[in-house]
């Protein structure tokens, strides 16, 4: 399947942004600690979280749409191996460890897949577990874990890792101790999968600063729950508006989350108004240089937004610098982008960008999920037509992406 999109239309209206999958998906890998019913309101249509769905039946959990809710009932859930052909399918498969280890005392699962970003290791997950009690032995790509002799204490993360995070918190939820994990990430969606479990019955604290403390409890219940709003896709349609030099307004998503987005657009010279989970973006005639973008842990600028922001650089008068903090291949959308005419360097983990007055639409192909959202926006400014390949990367994590952007006066066609 592909995007063909015809560039020069400028986006003008409102558009309201689905739950976030960064969120949603560890949630679902938390329904595998659950005995009572979950309604999980507002299910985002997006492969990843199908991928996860079915990863939580191959463990026994049953699951069924009413509407955009989810019903998921685990009571019958058990700790059957997670095999690589499944594993492989999202990063976030590796968050049914913590999970069943929690419930089960046991997992036995295969390496997890993803984007192609560079290497993403799971060492902060295995040396926190372990840290807890577990024992995990490797042998072929399989991991298992014993975890009958799971404890609480101190835990330290050597890096904020925002899985690592989310799959020790699970792990140390159910039992009878009291875990300390230091140094942890501070992502919303950590704080929003903290506020799902304890809706459960769970007792954690501390989600959203760097100390989380977890006080074991025996069992958790059902619960009815609505994930945040996904900033990365208002972030992605705010850039939308100013690559296009158009207006927006984004809801459902608390602007604070992506408040180091706002601050480089206003820097561009676009004019935001924000109110509740509302903003509103009106674009200057000519998007400046924002100087030096550096991707960091939140609250720094997220490394998902990072291509969207070079795309909108390539086309604002000056020249700005980007840097990848976090993943060390996340440029492999920067060829395309000077296939469409921009004037991009990269040098590791460095990129170098001189704006061009408009791009020109060519043939592009995605190759991870926010380099290719990216290529559309590029496509949108570009003169003429620009045929984006490969756009089951993208559909991992935007849904009707054509649709969205068509709804808001452009003109993104998919065909196959
Ligand atoms: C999550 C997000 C992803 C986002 C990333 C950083 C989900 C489902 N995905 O991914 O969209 O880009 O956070 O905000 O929430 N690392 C290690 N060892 C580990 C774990 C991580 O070295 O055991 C490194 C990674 O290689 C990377 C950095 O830590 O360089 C950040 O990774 P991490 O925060 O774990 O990202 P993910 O949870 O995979």
Redesign the pocket.
């Known amino acids: 399947m592909k995007y063909i999109i015809t560039g020069g239309y400028k986006i003008d209206g409102k558009i309201s942004v689905d739950c976030a999958?960064?969120a949603y998906?560890?949630i679902l890998a938390g329904s595998i600690m659950c005995n009572g019913e979950i309604l999980l309101h507002k299910c985002p249509k997006f492969s990843d979280v199908e991928n996860m769905c079915s990863i939580l039946k191959t463990l026994g959990l049953k699951l069924k749409s009413e509407g955009d809710t989810l019903v998921i009932d685990g009571s019958n859930a058990k700790p059957n191996f997670v095999p690589v052909e499944t594993a492989k399918l999202l990063?976030?498969s590796i968050f049914t460890m913590g999970a069943m280890l929690a419930r089960f005392r046991r997992a036995r699962l295969a390496y997890p897949g993803g984007c192609d970003i560079g290497?993403?290791?799971?060492?902060?997950?295995l040396k926190g577990l372990r840290a807890m009690g577990v024992k995990i032995t490797e042998n072929h790509g399989i991991l298992n874990c014993d975890a009958s002799n799971l404890h609480g204490g101190r835990v330290v993360l050597d890096?904020p890792?925002?899985?690592?995070t989310e799959n020790l918190m699970m792990c140390a939820t159910l039992g009878h101790e009291h875990t300390t994990i230091l140094n942890v990430?501070r992502?919303p969606?950590i704080v929003d999968l903290a506020n799902f479990l304890n809706s459960c019955g769970a007792k954690i604290s501390g989600a959203g600063t760097s100390t989380i403390e977890i006080e074991g409890v025996e069992k958790l219940g059902g619960t009815e729950y609505t994930p945040i709003g996904d900033r990365i896709i208002a972030g992605t349609y705010l850039i939308a508006a100013a690559i296009t030099g158009g207006r927006i307004e984004v809801s459902g998503c608390n602007p604070q989350f992506f408040a180091s987005l706002i601050d480089k657009l206003q820097y561009s010279g676009c004019v935001l108004t924000v109110k509740d989970d509302k903003i509103y973006l009106r674009s200057p005639k000519i998007l400046k240089s924002v100087g030096f973008v550096e991707t960091a842990?939140y609250p720094g600028f997220?490394?998902?937004l990072q291509a969207q922001i070079l795309t909108m650089l390539t086309v604002s008068r000056g020249c700005s610098v980007v840097q990848e903090n976090?993943?060390e291949s996340r440029y492999k959308f920067v060829p395309e982008l000077i296939k469409m005419g921009a004037n991009v360097i990269t040098r590791e983990r460095t990129a170098i960008i001189e704006g061009v007055p408009y791009l020109s639409g060519a043939e592009v192909y995605a190759k991870d999920l926010r380099g290719g959202a990216s290529l559309v926006l590029a496509g949108l400014n570009a003169h003429g037509y620009t045929t984006v390949h490969d756009i089951m990367h993208i559909e991992r994590g935007y849904c009707d992406l054509d649709k969205a952007l068509s709804s808001l006066g452009a003109c993104v066609k998919k065909v196959d």
Request: charged share 20%; aromatic share 8%.
């Open positions: 999958k960064n998906l560890p990063r976030s290497l993403r290791p799971i060492n902060l997950h890096f890792s925002v899985g690592a990430a992502e969606e842990t997220p490394t998902d976090l993943f």
